[in-house]
């Protein structure tokens, strides 16, 4: 049974930092690009954050650049946001995400599996 369960979400004041971390199991992340996707009330999901089965390419949305950093552990099969200097307009639910492969890494539509979702909150 494939699952993927988020930790790390939380409430931070704006300039903070929170790193959140997404565990996979029932399948092996190592054959999959993962990505990070987030879900503002009144907004569609949307990417921010995808890396590709060897670390070696990562996409990020514009708003997030410089801020955020996505990273994976294929032995402990689990990958990574590390995000900094965290805005209010940041709030969202975060999800992460499996893709078997996309030349859309920040497509949502484009990813295979999906945890449940942790919640971050930042105030100004």
């Known amino acids: 049974q494939v699952q993927l369960a988020e930790s790390g979400g939380g409430s931070v004041q704006a300039g903070g930092s929170l790193r959140l971390s997404c565990v996979s199991s029932?399948?092996?992340?190592?054959?999959?690009?993962m990505g990070w996707f987030r879900h503002a009330p009144g907004k569609e999901r949307e990417g921010v954050a995808s890396?590709?089965?060897?670390?070696?390419?990562?996409n990020y949305d514009d708003s997030v650049k410089g801020r955020f950093t996505i990273s994976r552990d294929n032995v402990a099969n689990t990958h990574y946001l590390q995000m900094d200097r965290l805005k209010p307009e940041d709030t969202a639910v975060y999800y992460c995400a499996a893709s078997s492969g996309t030349p859309m890494p920040l497509n949502p539509t484009q990813y295979k599996y999906w945890g449940q979702g942790t919640q971050v909150t930042v105030s100004s």
């Open positions: 029932g399948y092996t992340i190592r054959y999959y690009r």
């Open positions: 890396i590709g089965t060897d670390g070696s390419t990562l």
